[in-house]
């Protein structure tokens, strides 16, 4: 049984699928497999930016944990840094991805695999560039 996701499985299909290196015949650039329809160009966007996400926070998580163990109430933070992790991509991802597939679906263009890992990890790495500047805290 696949993982789940609109249509083409889970995260092992988006990696498997991503063919970095386009198939040429006949004069002509195919990519296997383009994402079509909405829910699978929303799906794999939210997937890479959930994915890069994790794997910003979870090192930072570790490294908190390693860092703040001896302390009351430090440890804890921790946690929280990995649920941020979670919960910012669940939240904004969504929207963020969602937006992003109804554009391409709306100018009736397909989305190749690739592209969806750009807009997923380029959604991950707007959100480190505006907390490392702090650009929120000047409004």
Known sequence: ???????????????????????VGN?????????STFP???YGVF?????????FHIPAALLALFTLRHHKYGR????????????GPVTAGILTS???????????KKMIPFEALI?????????VVVSFLRILATL
């Open 1 to 23: 049984m696949e993982g789940g996701g609109p249509g083409r499985g889970g995260l092992l299909h988006q990696i498997l699928s991503l063919r970095l290196v386009p198939r």
């Open 27 to 35: 004069g002509t650039t195919t990519y296997s497999s383009p994402l």
């Open 40 to 42: 699978e160009m929303w």
């Open 47 to 55: 997937l890479w930016a959930l994915v890069f996400s994790l794997s």
């Open 76 to 87: 804890f933070m921790s946690v929280s840094l990995l649920l941020m992790g979670i919960v």
């Open 98 to 108: 969602a937006a992003i597939a109804g554009v391409y679906r709306a100018a009736g």
């Open 119 to 127: 807009l997923g990890v380029g959604q991950t790495f707007c959100v």
